[in-house]
């Protein structure tokens, strides 16, 4: 069998299952079992698969039939241009989160500047504006261990250097003054967790998800301590639900903050809450 036939197939017995843009998960996870990158594959769909990749193939279908996410069966995915690690240890990236990063290195920032990445998961964030912003020092916090440890793995993947993870509950434990807090926390609410599709509430861990009754529990609790870590004049970036545009807004005090707003992306949904700290 061809590759080319193999990728047929196998779009074809994704679709049956109910799945939708068969063809091009079919090519992902022939791109996986061939070792190749996607763009690859069309220098080789005359190819022969070879009996044991074919069947490796039909077995990364048969996960996929089964509910296991596309990122978790080939373990990377791409984010803002680069390709992470991914695994059942931290949130799959999303590009709805590329706009934190879009927005906060095309703000006006000091140079050299500290930021943290309150409740990095897999360093996502943080190691990607480690990277865009060089003379930065990116901190990541998390409670969970097991995401600290994938993005400790992604840092080293990507030559990140300028980018450490420290394990805390938002920024409880640091001590430093932040040019910028970024965050991309749970902001779903509880009722609403068994309602989300199989593969984000079997497979993506519900300390990532869960964001109280409100869905805004971890986000008060962000903006309420950050006067005090924000340098004057500070940027606050954070990622919050779609039904949130009127309540995040709410909780940023005039007192202390200044230039306060919402984002939507191109689809019109709103994404995200911005403001500087007087």
């Not at 022969?48 to 279908?61: C, P, T």
């Not at 920024?171 to 509880?190: C, G, H, K, R, W």
Request: proline content about 5%.
């Amino acid at each position: 069998m061809t590759l080319a036939e193999a990728i047929k197939e196998a779009s074809a017995i994704l679709k049956a299952a109910g799945f939708d843009n068969t063809l091009w998960q079919a090519r992902i996870l022939a791109a996986h079992a061939k070792g190749r990158s996607p763009g690859q594959l069309h220098l080789l769909n005359d190819l022969s698969f070879g009996d044991k990749r074919l069947e490796s193939f039909f077995e990364l279908v048969r996960k996929r039939i089964s509910g296991v996410p596309l990122q978790h069966i080939i373990g990377e995915w791409d984010f803002y241009g680069r390709t992470f690690k991914v695994d059942e240890r931290a949130l799959i990236p999303r590009p709805e989160t590329e706009l934190l990063v879009e927005f906060i290195t095309s703000a006006a920032l000091p140079p050299g500047p500290l930021i943290v990445d309150a409740g990095t998961g897999s360093g996502i964030i943080g190691i990607s504006l480690a990277l865009e912003i060089p003379d930065s020092r990116v901190i990541g916090t998390d409670i969970s261990p097991a995401a600290l440890e994938l993005a400790h793995e992604n840092k080293l993947l990507l030559n990140a250097d300028n980018y450490s993870a420290v394990n805390c509950n938002l920024m409880e434990t640091l001590n430093e003054q932040f040019d910028v807090i970024a965050a991309n926390l749970p902001y779903i609410s509880s009722k609403e967790i068994s309602t989300l599709h199989s593969e984000v509430k079997d497979y993506d861990p519900l300390l990532a998800l869960d964001g109280g009754t409100s869905g805004t529990l971890l986000i008060l609790e962000l903006v309420k301590s950050a006067p005090g870590k924000l340098k004057s004049g500070g940027l606050i970036v954070l990622e919050t639900g779609y039904d949130q545009e009127d309540a995040v807004p709410s909780f940023f005090p005039e007192e202390f903050w200044t230039n306060i707003q919402t984002h939507r992306d191109l689809a019109g949904i709103h994404r995200m809450v911005t403001a500087r700290r007087r």
